[in-house]
């Protein structure tokens, strides 16, 4: 599984990255450390070019250079990314940022976990259900490698 984790704050990173290890899944983890960089990977530009298209994203809304909100309504206005889940992984819980991410059509909004196990459990909920319940574009395809049941 693919996952674009757009995160400043190298803590938060590599915070991220373990509780993702942790759990049963193959996942690799991307990282674009503003929102700037995050559109160059999702449109694959420059060195991007290979990018992987991710399965799901998590984006934090207090970004450098461009803000989460300003990602998010490029990704959800673009037919060739709108249907990528966007999960809001965020220190804010302030209502205006829930309002405005889910108007915006956040698929989730998620405030960051301050303890590792908390942090631990929401990777592996975040899995199980976006990677094991929910069908995602291309997912079926991938499966059966393009033969229809």
Same mark, same amino acid.
């Given at each position: 599984?693919?996952?674009?984790?757009?995160?400043?704050?190298?803590?938060?990173?590599?915070?991220?990255?373990k509780?993702?290890?942790?759990t049963?899944?193959?996942?690799?983890?991307?990282?674009?450390?503003?929102?700037?960089?995050?559109?160059?990977?999702l449109?694959?530009?420059?060195?991007? %070019?290979?990018?992987?298209? +991710?399965?799901? #994203? @998590?984006?934090d809304?207090?970004?450098? &250079?461009?803000?989460?909100i !300003?990602?998010?309504?490029?990704?959800?206005?673009?037919? %060739?990314?709108?249907?990528i +889940?966007?999960? #809001? @992984?965020?220190?804010?819980?302030?209502? &205006?940022?829930?309002?405005? !991410?889910?108007?915006?059509?956040?698929?989730?909004?998620?405030?960051?976990?301050?303890?590792?196990?908390?942090?631990?459990?929401?990777?592996?909920?975040?899995?199980?259900?976006?990677f !094991?319940?929910?069908?995602?574009?291309?997912?079926?395809?991938?499966?059966?490698?393009?033969?229809?049941?």
């Amino acid at each position: 599984m693919e996952i674009l984790l757009v995160e400043d704050n190298r803590g938060d990173v590599i915070l991220v990255k373990k509780a993702f290890e942790a759990t049963r899944q193959a996942t690799r983890i991307t990282v674009a450390r503003n929102g700037q960089k995050a559109m160059q990977i999702l449109h694959r530009e420059g060195e991007y %070019a290979n990018a992987a298209i +991710p399965d799901i #994203i @998590l984006l934090d809304l207090n970004l450098p &250079k461009r803000s989460g909100i !300003s990602v998010l309504e490029e990704i959800k206005a673009d037919p %060739a990314l709108r249907r990528i +889940p966007v999960l #809001i @992984l965020t220190s804010s819980r302030a209502e &205006k940022d829930i309002i405005g !991410s889910y108007d915006r059509h956040a698929n989730a909004y998620v405030v960051k976990a301050r303890e590792f196990e908390t942090l631990q459990d929401m990777a592996k909920k975040i899995e199980e259900f976006w990677f !094991s319940q929910v069908l995602l574009p291309g997912a079926i395809e991938a499966k059966n490698d393009g033969v229809e049941p």
